[in-house]
């Protein structure tokens, strides 16, 4: 973890960054999908949304997965 105090933080489904400083505060860091920070093998930060009643989408990648079963 970063001891980056700023306030002014940027996200998407691969991590974030401070926007004053550029440090990356969590998962790979904001932008990573441009490769400069990556080694080719990292995965999808996924942020799943509900498409029906029996799926979900990623709304970054957007592979889909079959909705988990939870009990009423």
Do not use: P
């Amino acid at each position: 973890m970063n001891n980056c105090q700023h306030f002014r933080r940027q996200g998407d489904n691969y991590g974030i960054s401070c926007q004053s400083c550029g440090a990356v505060l969590e998962g790979y860091g904001y932008g990573g999908f441009f490769g400069s920070n990556l080694k080719g093998n990292e995965e999808c930060l996924h942020v799943w949304l509900k498409t029906n009643a029996e799926q979900e989408e990623c709304t970054y990648c957007h592979v889909l997965r079959e909705r988990e079963k939870k009990a009423n």
